[in-house]
């Protein structure tokens, strides 16, 4: 990305998941805009080299005779990344991903989720191990959507997922960073990438998810139900690069307030 290429400090650290590295820590989604057209602008805005889609919402061409997302998506560009939303038992969200290797050739990274019900989109944790266990074996690299639970993280790091994606709050909330404890500590035990998913409403949130040492930000809904959502990609996509300097900086300590300089310094700063 060309804020990378501008500071020498940040153009090695790049973002690996399943062996394949990337210059941009935010991945963004395709639903939810008014038209692909929509979609393709906010997608190059966002820098994004990682993009979800939802296979059984989305036509990448299951579809014969309907607007195709690959016509304005280039997979020569992106990294397309199949997702299982919109199933709620883990043998739908097998299937689902088998229909996404076939439609792209033997694609073989995916998003899995299995949700718990249709009010609050919040996964089924039992039937999304199960599932990951099962995707893993069949040689699929599974990205996996999680509840902000570090013993759970880490059973399906343990399982062979590739990234871990907890959740910062309900998908498309838009509430942000609800348990910040929990994500540091999801990150601080971890070996596989950490993503937040699900949650962000603004730039800020995803600063925050990155400043926490999150590896990246999923988001879709963030963008695409902004009042301008080509203009919210390009604040997001400074918001996570942002996020990322200040983690690899550290923050200065949290102290009690105290004057910053001397009193000699403001005695002599002071206007007369």
């Not at 997608?43 to 005779?65: F, H």
Request: net charge negative.
């Amino acid at each position: 990305m060309a804020a990378s290429l501008q500071n020498p400090g940040m153009a090695d650290d790049m973002l690996e998941i399943a062996g394949r590295r990337y210059h941009s820590r935010l991945l963004v989604g395709t639903g939810k805009y008014r038209d692909f057209g929509e979609t393709r602008r906010a997608i190059e805005m966002s820098g994004a080299e990682i993009v979800t889609v939802a296979v059984r919402r989305v036509n990448i061409g299951q579809k014969a005779g309907e607007p195709n997302l690959l016509d304005v998506l280039d997979p020569r560009r992106y990294t397309l990344l199949p997702n299982t939303a919109g199933c709620y038992s883990g043998e739908d969200a097998i299937r689902t991903c088998h229909m996404a290797r076939e439609l792209l050739d033997g694609h073989r990274l995916v998003k899995l989720e299995v949700l718990g019900d249709e009010h609050t989109l919040l996964p089924n944790v039992t039937e999304t191990l199960s599932a990951a266990q099962t995707l893993v074996r069949e040689g699929f690299e599974v990205m996996v959507y999680t509840n902000d639970d570090p013993l759970m993280a880490k059973r399906l790091e343990e399982a062979g997922c590739v990234a871990v994606m907890p959740l910062a709050a309900p998908i498309g909330s838009g509430l942000g960073i609800r348990n910040p404890y929990n994500l540091k500590l999801i990150v601080e035990r971890a070996r596989v990438p950490i993503l937040v998913d699900a949650g962000v409403g603004t730039a800020s949130d995803a600063a925050v998810a990155m400043e926490l040492g999150c590896d990246g930000v999923l988001m879709n809904t963030a963008i695409a139900a902004a009042r301008d959502p080509v203009l919210m990609a390009s604040a997001m996509r400074k918001a996570v690069e942002a996020g990322r300097e200040a983690y690899r900086a550290g923050r200065m300590p949290r102290r009690l307030p105290t004057a910053s300089s001397p009193e000699a310094d403001w005695a002599t700063s002071s206007a007369p």
